[in-house]
């Protein structure tokens, strides 16, 4: 029964996504794991393990299947993946930049086994001495540099105050990567303004823990904002990507499964968040990813062009080196199973050096920007609706987006989960192929997935 209401769910997904994009109107105005794989490391929905009678192994939704126990180690093994159908025909089919210059987009209809998180994390040793290892593809970039990563990273949880840790992992700069993932309202993609202003994921070292009872920090140091599809020889000679993020929950103590958007757990008393963020990077152009990396988080400017282009700010103008620093702020509450979560971001890009950089009339860039969130259980633990507004304030230009969507969680828990959502942006500062939305997009978008995290 389950089996055919996710069937039929998926069915009139597909259906009505083009039919809804037909009229193309814009609605009225009202936006991976420690690193890839540790953002659901120590998840806490953890329902009663699977039967062990005649089975090898056990298994807890959201954890994982436990393939070996011994008083040595464990070893779990999860698996995180989607299909997702995607339509942009309701776009523009060209962009105008703010220098005046016009772009056809490659507009795409298609279904894709979008991504494949495949993740082997346990501990060694002493249950304190903690590894993550993974697999993750990104289907949809198959052939471009970084398509598939294969990475991880170990840490040691010394008390509840410090845990030590070493690899890859993400950069705490906003409030999607404090280890969230994927536990969002959308299914793998950031609100507009959270991907144009967040870092990423890097290689380094971190701590993270309690300070005091209902405030925890997290502190990484790391090799630059973003280090998937970066080769060794393209960083530069210093370490000096240093990201920060203070997190306070003063009622409950919590909020929800891994911090969750959205209030699944139906709060009987309000739970309230508070998040302040910041990162500071030395960047330069040989230390970028190429537009269409995975993950990629190019320092681009609001129009969506990146920085380092040649000639971009005029003839013989190339920015080769430059700082960015940037403050993320954040507050939430939910309460019986709606929730309103709002983040505010301010960037600044200064220090800027290379050919021709002393005849530009500004030495740095500044641009802000917000998104808010609210959604309901309509039905608890099974139907979700909700709408976001997510606007970037820039030197060129103010893109914005509008959201609604939809989940529908069959059994009741984060395990499977079916999406649908609608998109409206007006000059979209940021995309990729991994992404629903495109750099330069104005105009309507539909997407459907079906999503698995076991």
Not at 20 to 30: E, K, M, R, V
Not at 332 to 347: H, P, V
Not at 420 to 445: F, H, K, R
């Amino acid at each position: 029964m389950a089996g055919t209401r996710v069937l039929i769910t998926c069915l009139l997904a597909l259906i009505c996504g083009p039919l809804f994009l037909s009229g193309q109107q814009p609605p009225p105005a009202a936006e991976t794991t420690a690193a890839i794989g540790q953002e659901t490391e120590g998840t806490k929905e953890e329902p009663a393990e699977g039967k062990k009678a005649g089975h090898f192994g056990s298994y807890k939704p959201n954890a994982g299947f436990k393939l070996v126990n011994t008083e040595y180690g464990d070893l779990n093994l999860k698996i995180y993946s989607y299909v997702r159908y995607l339509n942009q025909h309701g776009l523009n089919d060209t962009s105008t930049d703010s220098f005046g210059q016009t772009t056809d987009l490659d507009l795409r209809q298609d279904i894709q086994l979008n991504k494949v998180n495949i993740q082997f994390l346990g501990w060694i040793l002493d249950p304190k001495f903690r590894y993550i290892f993974y697999i993750w593809t990104n289907n949809t970039a198959q052939g471009l540099g970084a398509q598939v990563v294969v990475a991880g990273n170990l840490s040691y949880a010394f008390c509840k105050n410090f845990t030590l840790g070493i690899g890859v992992n993400s950069l705490p700069g906003v409030r999607s990567t404090e280890g969230s993932f994927p536990f969002w309202l959308t299914v793998d993609n950031r609100l507009m303004a959270d991907e144009f202003f967040r870092p990423s994921y890097t290689m380094g070292i971190w701590a993270k823990g309690e300070v005091v009872r209902k405030l925890n920090y997290s502190v990484m140091l790391g090799n630059n904002l973003s280090q998937l599809g970066v080769d060794a020889g393209q960083l530069d000679d210093g370490i000096n990507t240093f990201s920060a993020a203070l997190t306070y929950f003063p009622t409950t103590g919590e909020y929800g499964l891994n911090g969750n958007f959205g209030d699944f757990e139906d709060h009987r008393k309000a739970a309230t968040r508070g998040g302040v963020h910041f990162t500071r990077s030395d960047e330069d152009r040989q230390g970028q990813p190429n537009t269409d990396a995975f993950e990629n988080v190019q320092i681009r400017i609001s129009d969506g062009n990146v920085i380092f282009e040649p000639n971009l700010f005029g003839d013989g103008v190339q920015i080769e080196k430059a700082t960015y620093q940037m403050a993320g702020f954040d507050v939430g509450t939910k309460y019986r199973g709606f929730a309103f979560e709002a983040e505010f971001y301010w960037r600044r890009i200064d220090h800027l050096v290379g050919p021709g950089v002393e005849s530009l009339d500004f030495s740095e860039l500044n641009d802000h920007g917000y998104q808010v969130q609210g959604s309901g259980m309509v039905i608890p633990r099974l139907l979700q609706l909700y709408a976001t507004w997510s606007k970037v304030l820039g030197e060129y230009g103010n893109p914005w987006e509008f959201r609604a969507g939809l989940n529908y969680y069959p059994w009741n828990n984060h395990v499977v989960r079916v999406n649908t959502e609608y998109i409206y942006q007006d000059g979209c500062p940021v995309g990729g192929l991994s992404l629903p939305y495109q750099v330069g997009g104005t105009g309507s978008i539909f997407h459907a997935n079906f999503q698995v995290n076991f």
